[in-house]
Each structure stands twice: as C-alpha cells, then as structure tokens.
Nanobody, 114 residues
C-alpha cells in the first residue's frame, strides 16, 4: 500500500521558518520525482518545488530564494525548508511522488499570520 505522510505544518509568524517532511511508504522512492504543491480554498493546486531522481531542483518564482527542497533516499523522505514566510504562503501543502504513477499525501496546513 502506497502512502505519503506529511508533517511539519503549523502556525508561524511572517518572516519565520518551517520545515515540512514527507515520508513515502510502499514505493521505490529513488525512482520517483518528488515535489511539493500547495492549495488555498477556491484555487487550483499549484507546484511549489520539485526535485528529480538525480537531485535536480526547480522552484516556482514566488518561492525562489526562500524555499529549499531536498531528498534523502535512504529514508524515503523529501523535505521543504521554508524561510522568510509570508502571509501569501498560507495554504495546505501536499507531497507528490511521480514516476509511472502519481501519488499524493493527505496534506499539511501551513498558516502564516501574526
């Protein structure tokens, strides 16, 4: 059974930091491209950051220089380090694993507010 389990969300003040983690179960993790997406009510889910099987990364312009995506294949984990958070980063953040199939986590809420 494939399962992606996210953690690390919460409430943080503007300018603060959070680190999200996503642990994958039931897949050959190193064969998958991993990414983080986010969604706010009434809007489509949007790509935030992606890390390929070879470690190459790409980011949405809105988070470049503030967010960093990394992966640790030995623990089947992908991370999203989020710094200098802004109120517009508030969203539910989802982990995605993509190869021949695509899998999603259940999401973790990130709220940036004073």
């Amino acid at each position: 059974q494939v399962q992606l389990v996210e953690s690390g969300g919460g409430l943080v003040q503007p300018g603060g930091s959070l680190r999200l983690a996503c642990v994958a179960h039931g897949i050959a993790f190193k064969e998958f491209h991993m990414s983080w997406h986010r969604q706010t009510p009434g809007k489509e889910r949007e790509l935030v950051a992606v890390i390929g099987r070879n470690g190459g990364t790409n980011y949405d312009d809105s988070v470049k220089g503030r967010f960093t995506i990394t992966r640790v294949d030995s623990t089947n984990t992908v991370y999203l380090q989020m710094n200098s958070l802004k109120s517009e980063d508030t969203a539910v953040y989802y982990c995605n694993a993509l190869a021949d199939s695509a899998y999603w986590g259940q999401g973790t809420q990130v709220t940036v507010s004073s």
